[in-house]
């Protein structure tokens, strides 16, 4: 069954100059419940548009996107929102007060609300650091309290915008791992996006390629029937990395030659 | 080199006292010593570069405001300026706030309200004296207009950019979290905006003092303005370096203790992140 489903969705941006830009165009897409959904793509190809769409914040300028039988059309909290950089987070608050910032603006009992939020802060593996600032924890954990506070709220969905892209390797690896468990254990419908084929590859049920913007849309679907832990080193991951990647080169390059 | 066992033991045998006396000195040493400076840089100045009697050294300036604390003068003049500028910052400050704070947020309002904030802001409150003296008269009323007039546009300002830096991915998440446009004002829009008011407060702080003085020096009964007038007319030049004195420390303590305020009640309201 699917949970969203976006049915030809165009966007066009005006410039200040007043000139028109075509992002994406006859994108068309489904998620189904409970599924990790990545959307790949070049960068400038429109992935963060369908994600803000999809959330919310930005109306298309044709077509639809229905969430659970429903046309999208302001932001709401089924859908839940890990932005790239550290800015969404709440400087003034701290980690667990970030965390349990949407149960507070339910009304949720103090007792009740530091309860759960601790729960989250744990399985985001931030146990111990509740009390510190967002500016007192490093980049990895200040996503973890961003992933905390999406996953307290207790959304339909999740939408990922590329939130392990500002991180160092080794902490992006471990941070994927750990994503890779929370939605083992929790089967939250997630949108993920990146331009990194090898994160989509680790995380992805489907992959959604993009083509090269302006005019983006799905160039094709690829199903990764990979289960629990993958290993980047197995044969059957190096031969979807190779599909995709041989999916997207073209796209890449098409990037490329357009800025150039 | 020390083994750690003789560091240890050097340590015990200074002692804590030791240690918060280096405390102590790293925090406040160089403030101490460049007062000390200051004053021995004056004192030699006035008596060998200048030595004239309209620049009388700093020992002869603390001994008459020894003599005008004792009679309470000094406290009189002091208390008067202060008064003032402490009814006019906040009242100021309390009407800026929710002014910068709709300008900010609403367009409209921001439209409708600039043409007079950036109209007036550029009449320098020194300016709007004469008609604070005619409207007012010369008592309390004129003064508290003054620092009012100075206060509030620095504080709007500053409040409205506030409100007009705040990262959109702070509004989102609060969006996408379930927050209703008012939950989103008190709870995202207002703390974020903080540190900015603050700055403004700061500013319109130091601003103040210039005021009060210009408004005191051309009309007033009390005030460290109206001592410094006073000592022209009567050719006190040791009371107008009292005064001046009492102006430079007055302004440093007050806005010591505003960053202090700010540290200790609002630390965590910094601008990172």
Same mark, same amino acid.
């Given at each position: 069954?699917?949970?969203?489903?976006?049915?030809?969705?165009?966007?066009?941006?005006?410039?200040?100059?007043?000139?028109?830009?075509?992002?994406?165009?006859?994108?068309?897409?489904?998620?189904?419940? %409970?599924?990790?959904?990545?959307?790949?793509?070049?960068?400038?190809?429109?992935?963060?548009?369908?994600?803000?769409?999809?959330?919310?914040?930005?109306?298309?300028?044709?077509?639809?996107?229905?969430? %659970?039988?429903?046309?999208?059309? %302001?932001?709401?909290?089924?859908?839940?929102?890990?932005?790239?950089?550290?800015?969404?987070?709440?400087?003034?608050?701290? &980690?667990?007060?970030?965390?349990?910032?949407?149960?507070?603006?339910?009304?949720?009992?103090?007792?009740?609300?530091? *309860?759960?939020?601790?729960?989250?802060?744990?399985?985001?593996?931030?146990?111990? *650091?509740?009390?510190?600032?967002?500016?007192?924890?490093?980049?990895?954990?200040?996503?973890?309290?961003?992933?905390?506070?999406?996953?307290?709220?207790?959304?339909?969905?999740?939408?990922?915008?590329?939130?392990?892209?500002?991180?160092?390797?080794?902490?992006?690896?471990?941070? *994927?791992?750990?994503?890779?468990?929370?939605?083992?254990?929790?089967?939250?419908?997630?949108?993920?996006?990146?331009?990194?084929?090898?994160?989509?590859?680790?995380?992805?049920?489907?992959?959604?390629?993009?083509? &090269?913007?302006?005019?983006?849309?799905?160039?094709?679907?690829?199903?990764?029937?990979?289960?629990? &832990?993958?290993?980047?080193?197995?044969?059957?991951?190096?031969?979807?990395?190779? *599909?995709?990647?041989?999916?997207?080169?073209?796209?890449?390059?098409?990037?490329? &030659?357009?800025?150039? | 080199?020390?083994?750690?066992?003789?560091?240890?033991?050097?340590?015990?045998?200074?002692?804590?006292?030791?240690?918060? !006396?280096?405390?102590?000195?790293? !925090?406040?040493?160089?403030?101490?010593?460049?007062?000390?400076?200051?004053?021995?840089?004056?004192?030699?100045?006035?008596?060998?570069?200048?030595?004239?009697?309209?620049?009388?050294?700093?020992?002869?300036?603390?001994?008459?405001?020894? $003599?005008?604390?004792?009679?309470? $003068?000094?406290?009189?003049?002091?208390?008067?300026?202060?008064?003032?500028?402490?009814?006019?910052?906040?009242?100021?400050?309390?009407?800026? $706030?929710?002014?910068?704070?709709?300008?900010?947020?609403?367009?409209?309002?921001?439209?409708?309200?600039?043409?007079?904030?950036?109209?007036?802001?550029?009449?320098?409150?020194?300016?709007?004296?004469?008609?604070? $003296?005619?409207?007012?008269?010369?008592?309390?009323?004129?003064?508290?207009?003054?620092?009012?007039?100075?206060?509030?546009?620095?504080?709007?300002?500053?409040?409205?950019?506030?409100?007009?830096?705040?990262?959109?991915?702070?509004?989102?998440?609060?969006?996408?979290?379930?927050?209703?446009?008012?939950?989103?004002?008190?709870?995202? !829009?207002?703390?974020?905006?903080?540190?900015?008011?603050?700055?403004?407060?700061?500013?319109?702080?130091?601003?103040?003092?210039?005021?009060?003085?210009?408004?005191?020096?051309?009309?007033?009964?009390?005030?460290?303005?109206?001592?410094?007038?006073?000592?022209?007319?009567?050719?006190?030049?040791?009371?107008?370096?009292?005064?001046?004195?009492?102006?430079?420390?007055?302004?440093?303590?007050?806005?010591?203790?505003?960053?202090?305020?700010?540290?200790?009640?609002?630390?965590?309201?910094?601008?990172?992140?």
């Amino acid at each position: 069954m699917s949970l969203v489903s976006f049915d030809d969705v165009g966007k066009t941006y005006r410039s200040l100059q007043g000139v028109d830009y075509q992002a994406v165009e006859h994108f068309s897409a489904e998620i189904e419940v %409970g599924e990790f959904f990545c959307l790949l793509g070049p960068s400038g190809c429109g992935k963060t548009t369908v994600l803000k769409m999809l959330a919310g914040f930005e109306a298309p300028t044709s077509g639809q996107i229905l969430m %659970g039988g429903r046309p999208v059309t %302001g932001a709401g909290r089924d859908r839940a929102v890990v932005f790239q950089g550290d800015d969404s987070l709440y400087g003034w608050l701290t &980690a667990i007060e970030n965390v349990e910032f949407g149960l507070r603006l339910r009304h949720v009992g103090k007792a009740e609300r530091r *309860q759960r939020a601790m729960h989250y802060l744990k399985l985001v593996g931030l146990g111990g *650091q509740e009390q510190k600032y967002p500016a007192e924890l490093s980049g990895g954990m200040k996503q973890r309290i961003q992933i905390a506070r999406v996953l307290a709220n207790e959304p339909q969905m999740l939408l990922m915008d590329e939130p392990f892209a500002a991180l160092d390797a080794q902490t992006r690896s471990l941070m *994927q791992l750990e994503l890779a468990n929370i939605w083992q254990a929790t089967r939250t419908t997630v949108l993920f996006i990146t331009h990194d084929i090898d994160e989509a590859v680790t995380l992805g049920k489907r992959i959604g390629v993009m083509e &090269a913007g302006p005019r983006s849309r799905v160039k094709g679907v690829v199903e990764v029937a990979l289960d629990g &832990a993958r290993r980047r080193t197995d044969d059957a991951f190096l031969r979807y990395y190779k *599909q995709v990647y041989e999916m997207i080169r073209d796209e890449v390059a098409k990037s490329i &030659a357009r800025a150039d | 080199m020390p083994t750690p066992d003789t560091a240890t033991h050097r340590s015990a045998l200074i002692g804590v006292p030791g240690r918060a !006396a280096r405390r102590l000195w790293s !925090a406040y040493g160089g403030y101490a010593l460049g007062f000390v400076s200051l004053f021995l840089i004056w004192q030699w100045a006035s008596l060998y570069l200048v030595s004239s009697v309209l620049f009388p050294p700093p020992t002869i300036v603390f001994r008459k405001a020894l $003599v005008l604390v004792r009679n309470g $003068v000094l406290l009189e003049h002091l208390s008067a300026s202060l008064q003032r500028i402490l009814a006019g910052f906040i009242a100021g400050s309390l009407l800026g $706030v929710p002014i910068g704070l709709a300008m900010g947020s609403f367009r409209p309002v921001r439209k409708l309200l600039e043409p007079y904030t950036e109209f007036l802001r550029f009449i320098p409150s020194v300016a709007m004296i004469t008609v604070a $003296v005619i409207w007012f008269g010369i008592g309390e009323a004129s003064k508290i207009f003054l620092i009012i007039y100075t206060t509030i546009f620095i504080v709007i300002l500053n409040t409205a950019a506030g409100v007009s830096a705040i990262a959109p991915n702070k509004i989102r998440a609060a969006q996408s979290l379930g927050a209703t446009r008012t939950q989103i004002f008190f709870h995202v !829009a207002l703390p974020a905006t903080v540190p900015y008011i603050l700055t403004g407060m700061r500013l319109a702080m130091a601003n103040s003092f210039t005021t009060i003085v210009a408004a005191e020096l051309i009309a007033a009964n009390d005030g460290l303005g109206k001592m410094l007038w006073d000592g022209r007319l009567f050719m006190l030049v040791d009371e107008i370096f009292v005064s001046l004195v009492t102006l430079g420390l007055l302004g440093f303590v007050t806005d010591r203790m505003f960053r202090w305020s700010i540290y200790t009640f609002a630390g965590k309201y910094s601008p990172a992140t």
